[in-house]
């Protein structure tokens, strides 16, 4: 019903910088809370940062002082700004969207995930 597409990763060598950026799209009536989460290799899926739909932030610790999330409410896109990118963080970055979506039936609640983009830090 309602769809998340990430673009923006790829290769950076540390020290560098990667724009993330997700799109919803779908017949949306509330877009609430929007964030980003990474998995690496062998590992869990974690959080890397939430914001709400009134722009108030949550980070991880590891990427605090270093990654931004925003949005732009009337594109229905978050975008994740990673500064002084670490080898630690490479992964597999996924968006997540939480709200409200108007079907046949009415009006329902969705949670929503993208499908990743890669993101490797190496020199």
């Known amino acids: 019903q309602v769809q998340l597409v990430e673009s923006g990763g790829g290769l950076v060598q540390p020290g560098g910088s990667l724009r993330l950026s997700c799109a919803a799209s779908g017949v949306i009536f509330r877009l609430n809370a929007m964030g980003w989460y990474r998995q690496a290799p062998g590992k869990e899926r974690v959080l890397v940062a939430t914001i709400t739909s009134g722009g108030s932030t949550n980070y991880a610790d590891s990427v605090k002082g270093r990654f931004t999330i925003s949005r732009d409410n009337a594109k229905n896109t978050v975008y994740l700004q990673m500064n002084i990118l670490k080898p630690e963080d490479t992964a597999v970055y996924y968006c997540?969207?939480?709200?409200?979506?108007?079907?046949?039936?009415?009006?329902?609640?969705?949670?929503?995930w993208g499908q990743g983009t890669q993101v490797t830090v190496s020199s």
């Open positions: 997540t969207a939480h709200g409200v979506v108007v079907t046949i039936a009415g009006l329902a609640d969705f949670d929503s």
